[in-house]
């Protein structure tokens, strides 16, 4: 493995250990604060929301059309699993259409 | 123990099979199958592996991978917080290994399961953690062998694969019409920021705060002519 790659892991075991040692310590008082409640809600869903905005940026069209897939096939089964199985279906399909 | 060892296996082979499936893209991305497997034991956060993974992949950039990464993993403030009653008893150094093999899946099953009946605790909660990092060390290293040895996937459009994750993990986090404003927010200005140049990881953080403070301030908004 490059360096960059022992560095991403290890930065991010101990960011990850951090927060819930920070859970354990003081995590009564930073959720139940009503300040910082709303904003822990809010975040992980802006933060995947910002996800697939970023991945879709520059993307040609077939891909915002796989998007769209995607998200019907993730609304009606609510499975990670089965929404990357038809996701992966529709840009494959989607490449080998010939106006695409 | 035992008893929650067993009683997460159910929820332990849909996190297997995504598992399997980050493994495959890691590998492809160019991590060996033991580093997989390490990032798997000492990280043990699978949105958080997978954005991180995705955002180095596309972008070789560490500290904003890492960034978008433990930004996703705050929600375990608030999941190991609410375990304090569950932990009380415990000695620390059971406390400092239960926080680690806690992931969403043993967690939900634990506060399920004692809501119904207060025996369960502690040990059905260390039980079913244990059996969620094996699981996930196992199918994430699984995937990766797979990963390393097929030719590279991403012609055929591979890396969307993340992006149907993505939105799938979304989908989830779905909480009615109160979502819309913040998420339509995030999403238009994290477009806005990346078409513009910026980074992508500091886009979608900044886009994310933009998205949480519109939210923040509707909220406050109503409060007032209420």
Redesign the interface.
Known sequence: MSSAEWLLIGLLAVASYGVRLAGLIGGRAIAANPRLKPFLDDLPGCLMVGLVASSLAGEPIVTWLAALVALAVAITSNNVVVTMAAGLAAIIVGHQLPFF | MKQGFLSILPLAA?AA??GF?FGVLAAQI???WW?VA??SG????G???I????Q?G?H?F??G??L?????????????????EV?RDVPLRV??LA??I?GDENWALTMARRAHDPTIGAAFLIGSGLTMISVWVISTSAGALIGGAIPDLEG????????????????????GRR?VL??AV???V??GL??AGMG?AY???L???V??FT??MR?ARREETA
Do not use: C, D
């Open positions: 849909g099979l995504y499936a160019g991590f060996p580093g390490l990032m000492v990280v043990h956060a949105s958080s592996q954005v991180a993974v995705e180095f596309s070789g560490v500290l991978a890492v978008a990464g433990a930004a996703l993993n705050l929600r375990y403030l608030g999941i190991i917080a609410s375990l304090s932990l406390k400092l926080i680690h806690t055929y459009g591979l890396g969307f694969a993340f992006t149907a994750a993505f939105i799938a993990m979304a989908r989830a986090m779905w909480r979502t913040p998420w995030t999403f238009v994290t477009l990346v078409q992508a886009a979608i953080v886009g994310s705060l998205g949480v939210a923040q909220r």
